[in-house]
């Protein structure tokens, strides 16, 4: 069987370009003993993968040059070797941008269908994205009801569900995100505040007119101005989560830090990145709750969906100029 796969070509200097990506056809080979054959259904797109087309050491080892990007894909198992995956199964598998893989049926999470819920779903409102958001909010944001929550991003997969648990978990949310139909729509699911910040004018006289007692936890997604407007709207003992910095991906110089970082000391805030596998043992409390909301109706979720493989580079891309609502999924 042939398949075809997304392999980083050059590393990108700046945002990256379609010249950064090549496709190519593989013949993939049988499954030997302990393997499967998987045919992927939808893959994910991500901003950290921009930190791995960077050679430096990091969280997670550097793409190479020639090989295929990993990533996040949902498939079903067409082939088994192995008693404890059979054809016809859904799978979870992070190795990347292809439309079919051979691979050790333990490198592979066998998936439960959940009625009502798109398999998709696994890898956005339920899958890391998901994860990401719960976590990130309830174990470093310690959200209290009736505090004021900031999240930028807000439209996007993590920041929409962020913005979502903050609702649920009973807190005020002010949120931004890149267009008038990207607030709109976090307005439809409950969002106190939606700002669009590339047509508001002031980002700083925006949040404060939003929340003008001050903000007691912000969840970054954005870094830059963004980050700078939470440290000033921060109340005593505020919580910064530091979960990304999509402005300073592309970044070719260092970009300067936060101006009034010195309000950290005096407003006694606690700022904490994370990253999303330092909470995977919280899996089955995230699942129980979010899936939960899901079946009350009290989370959505949005998806912008590509069509087919040689449509990854563009949807990738596309992150860094605010092309998706919700998760930026490809289907193959
Ligand atoms: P999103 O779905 O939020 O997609 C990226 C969005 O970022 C775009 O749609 C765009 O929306 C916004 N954006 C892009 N460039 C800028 C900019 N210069 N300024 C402001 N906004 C910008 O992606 P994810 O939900 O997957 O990820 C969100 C963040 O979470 C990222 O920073 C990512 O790296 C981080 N992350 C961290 C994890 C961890 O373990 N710490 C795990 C997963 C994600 P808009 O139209 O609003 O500009």
Redesign the pocket.
Known sequence: MDSREIRLKSRPVGVPGPEHFELASVALPAPGPGEVLVRNRFMSV???MR?RMYDRPSYVPPFQVGRPLEGGAVGEVVQSNDPSLSPGDLVLSMLGWREAFVAPASALTRLQAIPGVPDQAFLGILG??GL?AWA?LTQIGEPKAGETLFV????????SAVAQIGKNLGLTVVA????DA?CAWLTSVGVDHAIN??SCGSLLDAVRAAAPKGIDIYFD????E?LEVAIECARPFARLV??????Q?NATEPPPGPRNIIMVVGKSIRMQ?????QFAHLQPQFLAQVGGWIAEGRLKWEETVKEGIAAAPEAFI???????????LVRL
């Open positions: 991500d901003p950290y930190g890391m994205p990401t990130g930028s991003g807000g439209a996007g997969a993590v920041g931004t995100a890149g267009s990207k910040y590339r997604n954005v870094g830059g963004h530091e979960c990304g910095m999509i402005s991906y990145g994370f990253i999303v596998t596309g992150l860094f100029s605010g092309a998706n609502m919700g998760k930026m």
